[in-house]
């Protein structure tokens, strides 16, 4: 393992400014997917619940689809699937956007993300307490501000130990990322791998960088649920 770490250190950890290490990669992709899958998923979320079916369904529908496939199987379609038709290649736009594989990876994570967090978020909506909903309203609140003062801070703050399994999965997801020859942290292991037939020792590298992050990232949330759940913890009489 010191012989690989001697050899590939730079490719797993190391940032010149130019050349991003694999961790940086892994990093990147995790962070812009959460991103712009957190963003997405807060207004299909409240379509989610809406009670008009003409709304809900369409999300639901999407939801089902990427909750239902695998992600590598989304990923290879958008990387591969995608840019097979010809006029994704005839538009300038289009054609950069997917004949990048990082750009791909980012588009793929991010639907898949998008897809487990809006059912999070929507479920923790429907499980609000009504005596919340109609306290606001007896302050006269309702429509665009009852959801952004009441609904939806309330539900982001119960959401916090379910989404932080996804975010969790979510790192772990993006080693599939190589597939679109995105070199992250498994991509960096399958070429020390390549290099010195040492299995063991580039696998267990990059299993260990994973287990940091995942155990940074525990470490994050629960001194997030600590601050924003405190209300919930039991009171002494």
Known sequence: MIDILAQF?????????????????????????LAIGFMLAL???VARVCPNRCISTPVRLYTYVFRGTPLYVQLLLIYTGIYSFGFIRSREISDALF?????????????????YTTEIFAGAMRS????EVEAARAYGMSGFNLYRRIIIPSALRRSLPLYSNEVILMLHATSV?????????????????SATYQSFQAFGIAALLYLTISFALVAVFRRA?????????PRAL
Not at 181 to 189: E, R, S
Request: aromatic share 14%.
């Open 225 to 233: 649920e600590h601050h924003w759940l405190r209300y919930l913890a």
């Open 43 to 45: 207004p299909l979320a």
């Open 177 to 193: 990322a190589f597939t679109a020859t995105v070199p992250d942290i498994l991509k960096v292991a399958r070429n020390a791998n």
């Open 128 to 131: 609000m307490s009504h005596g």
């Open 9 to 33: 250190w730079r490719a797993f950890l190391y940032w010149d400014g130019q050349r991003f290490s694999g961790l940086a990669v892994t990093l990147w992709l995790l962070v812009a997917s």
């Open 99 to 115: 004949r990048s594989g990082f750009n791909c990876a980012i588009l793929a994570f991010s639907l898949n993300t998008c897809a």
